[in-house]
């Protein structure tokens, strides 16, 4: 049943089974269970496995194999449990403590006066007792502008433990920061001043990892002092070093559009670029065997040389597992396949760590690495090139077309967009990238840096192209949004006819077209929907308000933010992208407007049979006098107006509190409301409040 060639193969699917669905049933009580199942199974194998020959096991070679894969199954699900921190009995949320020792266990990042990061938490100490404890605590620390605290990776620092559980999405389509950080097994987090801290003057992290910090930092100092142009040293920073520079939006955009921001990203593309170059450098060596384990020596430790110069990031390390088992199995194994081999990757990374799998770079990586192996050489065989120079362009489509479709379903899923150039982008950058990859570390070298004039040409000369080709017309589709399910379905059609094409059948492409038309006609009538969507969301924001107005796909917003505002592109303009709006129209509670169908004048605000009265600043102190029947009072603007002088003929059904009223008024607010059973809603840390009028 388990043939060797696919032994990683095989028992990888029931292991990743196993982690996504013990990550939803995670309890104490599952780890006792999941350990038990374990070693009996493991007991009862091995037994099997013993007294073979005598219990002719040959017999239950079904029962045998399915009884592995629970194994495995269990093994996932237990592995699981186990990196879960909050199940830990130490785990420092489940008592609350006066203060926490702590160290960084990663790169602070800073952005205007805010510093975050990461933190393990070592202990708490509670009146004169201190207690060991484990977990991650995510900080903002807000720092002095005349006396900044410099923190490095592995920094000890005793902050004052005012934590709270990370919020969850309130908003339609927001992004669920809260399910990431749980990826990453963090749980909490807090906002200190820089006074509530106190650095011990002690480092306890990985002396390999600070060591590989530094040394990145050291790099991008030298980057910054030979790159004059700031965006190409960005560039420069972020695809050779994986250091976090601050690349321009129309940069980022224009790599977004042309499907090469993989290129931007350190990866299995950049280490797979330094092994072949590498691979081809030292090809004399391949004469003997003993010259080839010397330079599978010299690959191994030279990789290992260039993950240590970007910070050991994870995505450069999760590719260096990859190529180093890859370049293992080619050196040594006498069966070597590729399946088999990125399976095994893959596995003994889950093992480390379990929550790997909901991480989108691994996901994409290992999805564009099986593309690679399974489909490319099959594309590649379609078309039969003579030209020698022609079939290398070939190949490179060939290796483009076979990873942007096996990753096409979680990109659309992930970024709601695809690039339609994404041939041309690909395909002009894969010469300029290994040309920047290779100068790129061969400038850090004393006196070849003189050469980095050129280095730099090259990225300007990439960038002006790559945001010439995003400029074309129809460059991306944009705004695109499915649902798991629809994810699913794609997937399965996408999987199915991948096989009809490589095994030419015909049955394939029959299943494959059937899903791909239901998956088309929910795309329709979701479609369908938005045209004749009628709704109203009010936004649940920090400090600011803002509601929008949807008729169809276009939508009036009332907010006091701009366009450009990080709090709009983060909370509000999802949303509106998922809702296929296409045409907004700003405006803001101190403008009268009027359109088709929304009116707002005089304090009320009338959208089709929808009615507010808007209770704001201009109003306090003042006596309402009105006889009329409202949906929604909105209240806005910490007004001072006592609601207890509201006239008794104007009547409300719901209770709307902004996120511009402190919390004492908000507080206020809401007592009235369940004094005089009126359904409020607080947008202020709680979901959004929609109201759907076509229903």
């Known amino acids: ?63 045998t194999g399915s009884l592995i894969f629970i194994f495995f199954f269990i093994l996932g699900g237990l592995l699981c449990l186990l990196n879960n921190h909050k199940l830990r009995q130490d785990y420092f949320a489940k008592k609350k403590y006066t203060y926490l020792k702590i160290w960084i266990n990663d790169e602070p990042e800073q952005t205007n006066d805010i510093l975050r990061f990461t933190a393990n938490v070592v202990s708490g100490y509670e009146n004169s007792s201190h207690v060991k404890l484990s977990g991650q605590l995510l900080l903002a620390l807000k720092v002095d502008s005349l006396s900044p605290v410099k923190l490095k990776y592995g920094d000890e620092l005793i902050v004052s433990a005012k934590y709270l559980e990370v919020e969850p999405p309130y908003n339609p389509a927001e992004f669920d920061f809260k399910r990431w950080l749980a990826s990453k097994n963090v749980y909490e987090q807090t906002f200190i001043n820089q006074k509530h801290l106190l650095k011990t003057n002690r480092n306890t992290g990985n002396p390999i990892i600070k060591f590989a910090l530094d040394l990145r930092e050291k790099q991008v100092a030298k980057y910054r002092k030979l790159i004059k142009d700031d965006e190409a040293f960005a560039v420069a920073s972020t695809l050779i070093l994986g250091y976090r520079a601050d690349l321009s939006k129309e940069t980022l955009a224009a790599y977004s559009k042309t499907g090469t921001i993989h290129a931007l990203s350190v990866s299995g593309s950049h280490v797979a670029i330094i ?204 705004s695109v949004w499915i649902t798991l399910p629809e994810l699913i379905l794609m997937s399965i059609a996408l999987g199915l006819l991948i096989y009809g094409l490589v095994g030419k059948s015909a049955k394939f492409y029959i299943f494959s077209a ?115 029947k409202f949906s929604s009072v909105w209240l806005t603007a910490n007004n001072k107006y006592n609601l207890q002088n509201l006239p008794k003929e104007l009547t409300f059904r719901h209770l709307i509190i902004d996120a511009t009223n402190k919390d004492y008024k908000i507080a206020t607010f809401k007592k009235f409301a369940e004094n005089n059973k009126i359904e409020a809603h607080i947008l202020k840390k709680n979901p959004a409040y929609l109201v759907y009028l076509t229903q």
């Not at 899923?413 to 150039?421: D, S």
């Not at 649940?540 to 308000?545: A, P, S, W």
């Open 1 to 63: 049943m388990f043939k060797a060639e696919y032994i990683f193969a095989r028992i990888l699917i029931p292991f990743l089974i196993g982690i996504g669905i013990f990550y939803f049933i995670a309890t104490q009580r599952m780890i006792l269970i999941t350990e038990i199942t374990l070693v009996v199974i493991f007991i009862f194998l091995l037994t099997i496995n013993i007294i073979y020959k005598k219990a002719k096991g040959y017999k239950f070679k079904g029962i």
């Open 514 to 628: 059937l899903i791909y038309v239901a998956c088309s006609a929910i795309t329709l009538y979701n479609d369908w929907t938005a045209i004749h969507q009628k709704k109203i969301i009010f936004f649940t924001l920090r400090k600011n308000y803002a509601a929008a107005f949807i008729d169809g796909k276009t939508a009036i917003l009332l907010t006091d933010l701009s366009s450009d505002d990080r709090n709009y592109e983060f909370f509000i303009e999802p949303a509106l992208q998922q809702s296929q709006i296409n045409a907004i129209r700003f405006t803001n509670l101190e403008r009268d407007t009027v359109s088709k169908n929304f009116i707002k004048k005089d304090n009320q605000i009338v959208f089709y049979k929808y009615n507010i009265l808007l209770i704001d600043e201009h109003l306090n102190y003042k006596k309402i006098v009105i006889d009329s």
């Open 275 to 478: 092994f072949f170059v590498l691979d081809f450098c030292l090809a004399f060596l391949d004469k003997k065997r003993s010259l080839k384990i010397l330079k599978f020596i010299l690959i191994c430790s030279l990789i290992c040389g260039y993950s240590l110069i970007t910070g050991l990031s994870p995505s450069v390390v999760r590719a260096t597992i990859m190529i180093t088992i890859f370049i293992t199995a080619k050196t040594f194994a006498r069966n070597k396949n590729g399946y088999n081999t990125l399976a095994f990757a893959a596995f003994c990374q889950l093992i480390y760590n379990p929550f790997l799998i909901w991480d989108v770079g691994f996901q994409l990586s290992y999805l564009s690495v099986f593309g690679l192996i399974y489909l490319q050489p099959k594309i590649y065989k379609w078309i039969y090139v003579k030209n020698k120079w022609l079939n290398k362009v070939w190949q490179l489509i060939a290796l483009s077309l076979s990873a942007q479709l096996v990753t096409f379903p979680l990109c659309i899923y992930y970024f709601h967009q695809f690039p339609v150039y994404f041939l041309i982008g690909n395909l002009f950058i894969s010469i300029p990238l290994i040309f920047i990859m290779v100068l790129g570390i061969a400038i850090l070298v004393p006196f070849i840096d003189k050469i980095s004039p050129i280095f730099e040409w090259i990225i300007v000369t990439t960038n002006t192209v790559l945001k010439r080709i995003a400029d074309l017309p129809f460059s991306t589709f944009s």
